[in-house]
């Protein structure tokens, strides 16, 4: 247990102060010993001293840990189980963490049966992975019988795919694999070409600290109820599902970013509702859908542009299309164009609603969807009949997680205030891309730019609702992996901001990115977060010319 000493070192003090009151007791029992010197003194006494010592540190240590002042001054000190028994007594549970769970494509070079027994090892990253049940390959859709069959489809390039569901054998962050990341099977099934992430992977939460537990004493004591802002986190994360939520905030009566509560005549806020903005996890999700898409309009250039559906359902709050390729196209690059992204606001099918009168309003909810078009820029239409000919098309939307499941449960009768409704919604978005040049000596080896980019955008996406993110904390972690003799140059960030109308503008700065304050269209500190991606970070490594001395 860490409330014991490992290390009889740095007792020393304590010893000399234990042994001399040892000595003065062994005196007054009887002064004809000598206490000072021989085995009396310099073995008995010491060594009795020295495990005197260690007995009254791990008394103090227990001690300390029992108290909630002293596991506050230091939570590394404070043994797990103590603060577990401590905290108990605030209504708080230690989260123990969650693993992580998607989905593998694996891809066969022929069209044939293969079965994934149940338990069977993936890797990818350095993490192992296990099949959640035991999937059987189908040729037919007609022999689909369960839903642990699932249909080899053909693809673009003459092979043959299927997707099963797999689950990280350890608890942990480091089982979020993203979408495209190889994954190897253990035991390599009939026909097999290769396999990879078919979207990022969800959950996948590291075991809860003492300091991030000692975070959230508050919400252990206070009413799981939506009232105030301490109890509606309490509520929030009193639930399982969404004890692992990352940031929230929240936006009521008297805050000039809402504008809900004054749907009246008269120009006053009357208050009863709230917005509740929800980072449910520090990455973005990028889940992928096939849609079939219209052809409802046709090109100069002999191709086409292509129409279809986001149900609120799909994405709950999603932020936007992120690729859009012809489904089973696995060597093609990019995405095709969205020419046209309409936001609707979807109430329909629900016994009650929150009140939304704008799609500004209801932007990044449960109930927004939309109408997407785009142009197929290889698909050739002279021959295809307008609003009749469709295709089926990978659409990849780029969100966060958990948003709809939470909003479901706000709405219960028996949670939701009586006085009003709450509409959760994702951040306001701010995509950040971060570019900057190390200067290195000539003969130094370059530094690990993977690892480098990765902590960045951990960091950046560590930052919630802060208003602000400074280039200094870009510089803080580069700095971590830069060898002796390495600096680095100015940083450029430009954040892509997409506002809850629609609209879209940019920020740059070298210094401090810093959310604009415009609460009409419910942009601030309040609303926004920064999200970062490895594919938005450009790093140059170039060789520091340097005079000879």
Not at 100 to 118: E, K, N, R
Not at 334 to 351: C, K, M, P, Q, W
Request: with cysteine; hydrophobic share 40%.
């Amino acid at each position: 247990m860490s409330v014991q000493i490992q290390t009889l070192r740095g007792l020393a003090t304590l010893v000399t102060d234990l042994q001399e009151f040892l000595n003065e007791m062994l005196q007054e029992l009887d002064p004809t010993l000598d206490t000072k010197r021989g085995v009396l003194g310099d073995l008995l006494g010491y060594y009795g001293a020295i495990l005197g010592a260690a007995n009254q540190t791990n008394i103090d240590r227990v001690r300390q840990s029992s108290s909630l002042l002293a596991i506050e001054a230091d939570p590394t000190l404070a043994d797990d189980g103590v603060v577990d028994a401590v905290l108990s007594n605030f209504l708080l549970t230690r989260n123990q963490g969650a693993q992580a769970t998607g989905q593998v494509t694996i891809v066969l070079d022929a069209a044939a049966s293969v079965t994934i027994a149940q338990g069977a090892v993936f890797e990818g990253n350095g993490r192992q992975f296990a099949s959640t049940a035991a999937f059987v390959a189908k040729l037919s859709l007609a022999t689909v019988q369960s839903v642990n069959d699932r249909l080899l489809s053909p693809l673009d390039d003459g092979t043959y795919a299927f997707v099963v569901d797999v689950k990280a054998l350890d608890v942990g962050t480091a089982g979020r694999l993203a979408r495209n990341t190889l994954v190897v099977p253990s035991q390599l099934p009939p026909h097999y070409l290769k396999s990879y992430a078919t979207s990022d992977f969800l959950g996948g939460e590291d075991r809860e600290t003492n300091s991030e537990l000692l975070a959230r004493l508050r919400e252990g004591i206070s009413a799981k109820a939506l009232s105030g802002r301490t109890h509606m986190n309490a509520t929030l994360r009193a639930q399982p599902a969404f004890a692992n939520v990352t940031a929230t905030s929240i936006v009521g009566f008297g805050d000039p970013e809402m504008l809900r509560d004054a749907h009246t005549i008269f120009p006053i806020s009357y208050g009863g509702r709230v917005d509740w903005y929800i980072r449910s996890q520090e990455l973005l999700l990028h889940q992928k859908f096939t849609k079939t898409a219209l052809l409802v309009e046709k090109t100069t250039d002999n191709r086409g542009i292509w129409q279809f559906s986001i149900a609120r359902n799909d994405l709950p709050g999603f932020y936007d299309v992120d690729r859009i390729v012809p489904t089973g196209a696995t060597g093609l690059l990019g995405s095709y164009l969205v020419t046209t992204d309409s936001r609707a606001i979807d109430l329909s099918s629900d016994e009650w609603s929150p009140d939304i009168a704008s799609l500004a309003e209801g932007a990044f909810s449960p109930y927004q969807a939309a109408v997407i078009r785009f142009k197929d820029s290889d698909v050739l239409t002279h021959s295809l009949m307008l609003n009749s000919a469709t295709r089926d098309y990978d659409v990849t939307l780029r969100g966060l997680p958990l948003l709809g499941d939470i909003q479901t449960f706000v709405n219960d009768r028996s949670v939701r205030n009586y006085g009003g409704d709450c509409l959760i919604k994702a951040p306001i978005p701010c995509f950040l891309e971060i570019s900057f040049t190390i200067y290195k000596p000539g003969q130094a080896p370059p530094p690990d730019l993977e690892a480098m980019t990765n902590a960045i955008c951990q960091a950046v996406n560590h930052y919630n609702f802060i208003g602000r993110l400074p280039a200094s904390l870009i510089a803080d972690t580069a700095h971590n992996y830069l060898g002796e003799g390495t600096y680095l140059g100015p940083i450029d960030l430009l954040g892509r901001f997409r506002r809850p109308d629609g609209s879209l503008f940019l920020l740059r700065s070298a210094g401090v990115l810093t959310v604009p304050d415009d609460p009409q269209r419910m942009v601030t500190g309040r609303t926004v977060c920064f999200f970062s991606e490895p594919s938005s970070v450009t790093i140059a490594v170039t060789t520091d010319d340097r005079p000879e001395i």
